[in-house]
């Protein structure tokens, strides 16, 4: 599976910004997508997740209410709607994909490393 993550940028706190995420390949159509992201110094994080057999999203905490993976399209192209955004959210954005066909488990597909394809990260800066 190929990914392509963009969409990144410069922003304002307080503004938005849509992040796309393109999949290509055998078994793009299945299993877990995943959006996670690296701040300079600091571990690569779960953002969100959407499992595409069955649709559930699952979104870190602290990013509930601001970050929303829109359902539709999913299955070709994954977004990362994102909201309200503050300075603390920037961060090297990555998209990331298990092909699994019923996804990984719920405790699985918070952990980055269960997600064997990853694509080239997008930048989000929010700054004023």
């Known amino acids: 599976v190929q990914l392509q993550a963009s969409g990144g940028g410069l922003v304002q706190p307080g503004g938005s910004l849509r992040l796309s995420c393109s999949a290509s390949g055998r078994s793009s159509s299945t299993g877990t997508r995943g959006w996670f992201r690296q701040a300079p110094g600091k571990e690569r994080e779960f953002v969100a997740a959407?499992?595409?057999?069955?649709?559930?999203?699952y979104y870190e905490d602290s990013m509930k209410g601001r970050f929303t993976i829109p359902r539709d399209n999913a299955n070709s192209t994954m977004y990362l709607q994102m909201n309200s955004l503050k300075p603390e959210d920037t961060a090297v954005y990555y998209c990331?994909?298990?092909?699994?066909?019923?996804?990984?488990?719920?405790?699985?597909?918070?952990?980055?490393?269960?997600?064997?394809?990853w694509g080239p990260g997008t930048l989000v800066t929010v700054s004023s």
């Open positions: 990331a994909a298990d092909t699994r066909f019923y996804g990984l488990s719920i405790p699985s597909l918070y952990d980055r490393t269960q997600y064997p394809y």
């Open positions: 959407i499992r595409l057999n069955d649709g559930s999203i």
